[in-house]
């Protein structure tokens, strides 16, 4: 039932105050609730750390929790379990998966790096443990150009799996990485001509990006960053009315640290479908973290050798990004 689902189906007692209950097992088993940016508003607020994938990580690697409940994707969850092997991680739907890291299954990825035996791996945190297990370093979207910069000019990369994110990298470092061609299915939803048009209506607003957006998006955008660095960018800057390009459980925080600015989600293609939205991301909820935190399930698991060999280029990640 469990694999089938990605989670346990449980009946709750109507009576239950979820919120309650989640921090009573939370203290009673010595766990930390990791939450990211995109998930539910109540998801993000239970949590003792909300953060970008980055920042997630260098959670994950500095707690002292014995239970680390990670409220997010998959990717993000077995990261965690990488730096923490000894360790239970679990997760409230195993299914929440990620487009970018499906995009780039193993087999072919290990047939793409064949083709380019004297090039070094980056790889995108978004990416299976497998996927780490086969590069040199990984990277997130906060310290992607840093992590670029640390090999010399001369050394010849390939960059995997988000194209939009390599191809972003390449412009502002000069590069000529060789990009796998994946991208996030709620990145490539916007539609440049819809946000041209809602710049025009609001010549007051700065338009602010995800580099997993398309280039023509990025073209547009006042400035680029991860999830972190667009919630920054809105604090720091004098505009009161922001165009916002990535997933729109952002925007709970947006208004949380900047109450009276506007935050208005960029259009995408077709606007009656909700594609702002990660499917994935918002398989989480309060229920589901409820079931999962009382029976520490379902558990984040991965063969040891993986552990070992993927944790080599997240390790290098983290020792670079202190
Ligand atoms: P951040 O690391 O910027 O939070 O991005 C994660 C992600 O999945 C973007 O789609
Ligand atoms: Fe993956 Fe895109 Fe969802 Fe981020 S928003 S977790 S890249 S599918």
Known sequence: MLEEKGYIEETINPSIKLVEE?????????????????????????????????????????????LIVFVGVHFMAETAKIINPNKKVILPD??????????????????????????????????????KTMS???????????????????????FGPDKNLGNYINSITGREMILWDGACIVHEQYSVEKIANLIDEHPDAEFIAHPECEKPVLLLANHIGSTTSLLNYVQKSDAKKFIVATESGILHQMNKVCPDKIFIPAPSIDSTCGCNDCEFMKLNSLKKLYICLKHELPE??????????ARIPIQRMLDLSK
């Open 22 to 66: 989640i921090n009573r097992l939370k203290k009673e088993k010595n766990a930390v609730i990791l939450s990211h940016f995109y998930v539910e508003g109540e998801l993000q607020d239970i949590a003792d750390y909300v953060g970008d994938s980055l920042g997630l990580a260098q959670a994950a690697a500095t707690t002292d929790a014995e």
């Open 94 to 131: 195993l299914k929440a998966g990620c487009s970018l890291a499906e995009s780039a299954p193993a087999d072919k990825f290990t047939e793409f790096k064949a083709k380019f035996p004297k090039h070094k791996v980056v790889t995108y945190i978004n990416a299976t443990a497998a996927l």
């Open 136 to 158: 040199d370093i990984v990277c997130t979207s906060a310290n992607a150009k840093q992590i670029v910069d640390s090999f010399p000019k001369d050394e010849k990369l390939i």
């Open 300 to 309: 984040v698991m991965l063969p040891a050798d993986v552990i070992e060999k």
